[in-house]
């Protein structure tokens, strides 16, 4: 049997520090993000002509609390702020994707949600068309914090498409320098997100969100930004070996959140 050579009064003596120094080191680890393995789904509703009012209403009075009722997580419910072609856009979060088909399968078994499609579409149905991009969150995302900050604000959504073989540049020029530089003038980073493997866009498309207080300082912190000596200098090193986006790969679309959206 080993012997301690000091007695057991002293040992806390040399105990305490220890641990101390220990919390110190795994602190660090402790505080970190932790990666978001989620799976988002983005969907847009074309909503037939003169039912959009009808689909909004559909979604407060049933459907949110209904997607709620069967585990998935409301995250966001917006409009475009030019709805000229009828939209609802919405992002919902599953746990992965064995979960949401089984959420979504229970969700279209519920006599409720039966009941509330029967009702609301006893004059036509409400929605033509949906769309669904299936996304992950990227490393360098922010914290995606669903919360009615102001029912005011303006989200904007933009959708970059590289060159190929790109993304991995466009992912470390947004890591080191345009994320830090969008919050430095006075732009929200909400999420970042890359389709998962089998979108049609996978590979070389980053989806993103960003939140402004309204569309005058939008522009005032873009104008800022674009000229910033520092995102001239890391889009120039970043572009050495060749341009990043394709002609014409930035698309971005202004919404609005409604007024039963979980995050505003």
């Not at 609802?88 to 039966?114: I, Q």
């Not at 790109?166 to 997100?193: I, P, Q, S, W």
């Not at 971005?252 to 505003?264: A, G, I, Q, R, V």
Request: proline share 6%; net charge negative; hydrophobic share 40%.
């Amino acid at each position: 049997m080993i012997h301690s050579q000091y007695p057991n009064r002293f040992r806390p003596v040399f105990a305490a520090p220890f641990v101390a120094l220990l919390f110190l080191l795994v602190l660090p680890v402790l505080t970190a993000r932790a990666e978001d393995s989620r799976i988002f789904e983005l969907r847009t509703y074309h909503a037939n002509q003169g039912k959009l009012e009808a689909l909004e209403k559909r979604f407060r009075d049933h459907t949110v609390a209904l997607f709620e009722k069967h585990g998935m997580t409301n995250v966001a419910y917006w409009v475009p702020t030019d709805n000229s072609e009828s939209v609802l856009v919405y992002l919902m979060a599953y746990p992965n994707r064995e979960a949401r088909d089984a959420m979504w399968k229970a969700f279209k078994d519920d006599p409720d949600w039966k009941a509330a499609y029967a009702a609301s579409t006893a004059d036509g149905k409400l929605v033509g068309k949906v769309d669904q991009l299936f996304l992950e969150m990227t490393d360098y995302s922010p914290e995606l914090k669903i919360e009615p900050k102001d029912p005011e604000r303006l989200f904007e959504l933009r959708i970059y498409t590289t060159n190929p073989g790109k993304l991995t540049d466009l992912d470390a020029r947004f890591r080191d320098h345009t994320v830090d530089l969008f919050e430095k003038h006075g732009m929200t980073n909400v999420a970042y997100f890359h389709p998962v493997e089998g979108e049609e866009t996978a590979g070389h498309t980053l989806v993103y969100l960003l939140a402004h207080p309204d569309l005058e300082t939008r522009d005032a912190s873009f104008k800022a930004f674009a000229g910033d000596p520092d995102w001239q200098a890391a889009r120039k090193a970043s572009e050495e070996n060749g341009k990043i986006l394709i002609k014409g790969g930035v698309k971005n679309t202004f919404l609005k959140p409604l007024d039963f959206s979980p995050m505003k």
